[in-house]
């Protein structure tokens, strides 16, 4: 039998508990949580630094193997650990709830777990932020609980909605001088407590993908969002059931990714000529890429124009142009000739989702220079490779694809 | 028939162009062969198997012993009579789901009332113990206690495994024959109504769908997005529509967190060695594993070198590593893959020790 409070068997369960997070491994956890709670309530730990570090371990084990565990653990779970969450890369706290959810037959009683859940982190004394927060006229911790109370107090206790919490988050008296990671665990907390309200019976609360033929096409509907599955899927689908290869696939998209081998060159010496002018100035790029737009006495560069596209993605400020008047202007005209007015007050609430960017491409690129689709889909996807590779990661990606049937670019 | 007959109709075939026509004929040819090899008895085996099985097989017998002319025509009489049939038939299902759909609701309601009960009278959490709480409800053809403890399976992501012990294969196909023949199957149904039918198969559906989605939240795609709707109605989805949900989902995943979290089952699926077993089956690599690989070759890859691929995949895919060739993933990925694989296998021997115990 194994001693628990030898130093190896430490690090052996602290090397499992990280395999079982890393890995997600849900089986595991749970073994390991069972394991270690019988030797914790056999007090089979000598040392209370021990006893507490093996107490984390435990809960760790615990949220990944949430949904084998039952209501009373879970509430339990939220109520004393919850903040371990943010030292758990990758977890994915909803989604496990959710497979919680989907087990549970009845609405009525997913939610019940769902409002236990809500009032246990109301009750949490764990530290979320390292920031304090002001309840009324007295500084306290900043404290699960207290940040709810300090949102009800603020925002009200009914649904919040998003343009209300990104104002809270940014302008609050409390938040304001929160750090950039403080202020992204409050907003995890926020947005996790407002799914907590959301009631199962409602659209807006349904677990479950479920997936929709509507006239040919698919649609994805879950928790109130619908989303067609788009063909390039469908295509991807298609292209390896036929007789092409992934390998062909993955030539034919390169190639055509790269496009016109001297029109790129040149594009890349006019990129040159563009940073040294401008130095890095985001207000002479901006002017630059403005004046370029072909009008009465400006004739159409074509090459120049795309080289001030990609100076301002290569820089990272390509999405900056979204608070200047001039091009967000554009988007709203573009946006409103799509027939997309709903889409009008997202926007004003969030210039720099991914959508208005795409928007903006596709008015300059298309509406302006005259490209079509595959042209201008192919700078598109070149301009958010660049940005992606300059921080923005995945978030636009999907935006544009590469039709596999058409063999062309297409934006989403 | 005789093997004149037989002769008569490779001729026929070999004149005709190719297209619809030929083909048919062909398969009454192949038909025709078949039972011209057969035993009397095994004849007559055959036409027992089932009513609809063995019309057909009489009407092709007395359509090959014809003349040409009256084939053509008596032919030309089964088509007609068939569409009526399917016409028929389309019609009552119609009728049927139309009457149907109002009551979906509350049907559905009422069957997670049911499993919500039935959950409470399960018996153990092990999987032997969990399937034999399955084949008790089975044996009771009680649908609510066979959801509540699917549901129970599915959480804890054995399905494939269960889906195996019966004999099918650990994928959509497989959990639809599964629930077809063994939930469905010869269940008795009130007065043998289109509507009762369309209901239960409506019910098990709804199920179906629960039971995807826990797979589908737990990565493992062979057995997610089986079910869609039309309308209030449930229906299986077909492979390519099941395909595009799969890979729609994952597209919404970061591909480091695919290679970490994906084990087998978002891969492949497991064929059944043998019936009534726990044991694993042989592993196959799915379509939709197929293009998870191959759209996401270059990082997955760069996951291994870093020991950051999900150990249990990573296993599990040495064993296809041929049909990872065939998919077109680089030398240097199974290279990769051998090798995290062998880094893996050497534990040091307290971890290895503590887990004995943790798994005792």
């Known amino acids: ?412 | 028939m005789d093997e004149n007959n037989i002769k008569e109709l490779e001729e026929k075939i070999k004149n005709l162009p190719k297209g619809k026509e030929r083909d048919l004929w062909q398969k009454v040819l192949e038909e025709a062969r078949r039972f011209e090899v057969m035993s009397d008895k095994e004849i007559a085996d055959e036409l027992k198997k089932s009513e609809e099985e063995a019309a057909l097989a009489k009407e092709q017998l007395k359509i090959l012993a014809m003349s040409e002319a009256d084939r053509e025509k008596e032919l030309a009489g089964v088509k007609a009579d068939v569409a009526r049939k399917k016409e028929k038939a389309e019609k009552e299902w119609e009728e049927a789901m139309a009457a149907i759909t109002p009551v979906l609701v509350e049907e559905d309601v009422i069957r997670r009332d049911g499993e919500a009960r039935m959950d409470k009278t399960i018996t153990g959490t092990k999987t032997e113990e969990l399937l034999e709480n399955l084949k008790l409800f089975l044996a009771k053809k009680d649908l609510a206690g066979v959801g509540a403890v699917l549901k129970r399976l599915a959480v804890v992501g054995e399905i494939g495994m269960i889906l195996n012990y019966f004999g099918y294969q650990s994928n959509v196909s497989g959990l639809h024959q599964f629930l077809n023949e063994i939930v469905i199957g010869d269940r008795p149904v009130r007065g043998g109504a289109a509507y009762d039918n369309l209901l239960l198969q409506q019910k098990v559906y709804a199920l179906e769908q629960d039971i995807s989605s826990l797979a589908a939240n737990q990565n493992d795609w062979t057995l997610a997005f089986a079910v869609g709707r039309k309308g209030r109605a449930w229906h299986e989805l077909e492979e390519n529509d099941h395909l595009a949900a799969v890979l729609w989902a994952v597209e919404k995943i970061k591909p480091e967190v695919a290679a970490r979290h994906f084990g087998p089952a978002a891969y492949g699926y497991f064929i059944p060695r043998e019936k009534e077993t726990l044991a694993a089956g042989d592993f196959e690599l799915s379509l939709e594993g197929k293009l998870i690989l191959a759209f996401n070759a270059k990082i997955f890859e760069k996951q291994l070198n870093e020991k950051d691929f999900n150990p249990a995949a990573a296993e599990i895919l040495l064993k296809v590593e041929n049909e990872l060739r065939d998919v077109g993933l680089p030398e240097s990925f199974i290279t990769a893959l051998k090798k995290y694989f062998e880094e893996i296998k050497n534990k040091p021997d307290t971890v290895e020790e503590v887990w004995q115990e943790i798994r005792s």
């Open chain 1, 1 to 412: 039998m194994i001693d628990l409070n030898n130093q190896k068997t430490i690090e052996a369960i602290k090397w499992h508990t990280g395999r079982v997070v890393a890995f997600d491994l849900v089986r595991e956890a749970r073994l390991l949580a069972n394991f270690l709670e019988k030797k914790l309530s056999s007090n089979a730990v000598e040392q209370p630094e021990d006893e507490l570090g093996y107490q984390e371990l435990l809960a760790k084990a615990k949220f990944i193997a949430l949904p084998m565990l039952d209501a009373g653990e879970i509430v339990n779970l939220f109520q004393e650990n919850f903040t371990l969450i943010f030292e758990m890369p990758d977890y994915d706290l909803w989604k496990k709830i959710k497979t919680k959810l989907i087990a549970t037959a009845k609405f009525e009683e997913r939610d019940i777990l769902k409002k236990k859940i809500g009032a246990a982190l109301s009750v949490n004394d764990q530290s979320l932020t390292e920031g304090r927060v002001v309840l009324g006229s007295t500084e306290v911790r900043g404290t699960v609980k207290n940040w709810l109370m300090d949102a009800r107090q603020t925002l009200g206790s009914g649904k919040m909605e998003i343009v209300q919490l990104s104002q809270y988050l940014i302008n609050s008296a409390n938040t304001k001088k929160l750090s950039e990671e403080d202020r992204r665990k409050v907003d995890y907390l926020l947005k996790f407590y407002e799914k907590t309200k959301e009631s199962s019976i409602d659209l807006g609360g349904m677990e479950e993908i479920t997936i929709f033929e509507v006239d040919g096409a698919l649609d994805a509907y879950e928790e109130g969002i619908t989303e067609r599955i788009g063909r390039e899927i469908k295509d991807k689908v298609g292209a390896l059931q036929g007789a092409e290869t992934t390998a062909e696939i993955k030539n034919e998209i390169q190639s055509r990714y790269r496009g016109d081998e001297a029109e790129e060159k040149k594009v890349v010496a006019e990129m040159k000529k563009i940073q040294k002018a401008a130095a890095g100035d985001f207000k002479k790029m901006a002017d630059a890429l403005f004046h370029a737009i072909p009008g009465p006495g400006r004739a159409v560069d074509k090459i120049y124009f795309v080289a001030i596209l990609k100076v301002l993605a290569e820089e990272g400020k390509l999405e900056k142009l979204m608070e200047d008047e001039r091009f967000s202007g554009m988007v709203i005209s573009y946006l409103k000739a799509k027939e997309k007015t709903s889409e009008l007050a997202g926007f004003k609430a969030n210039p720099r989702a991914s959508q208005y960017l795409s928007a903006l491409l596709q008015y300059l690129l298309k509406d302006v220079m005259g490209m079509n689709d595959d042209d201008s889909g192919r700078l598109g996807m070149q301009i958010f490779n660049t940005l992606a590779k300059k921080g923005a990661g995945d978030k636009y990606q999907g935006v544009v694809y590469f039709d596999l049937e058409k063999k062309e670019f297409a934006w989403s």
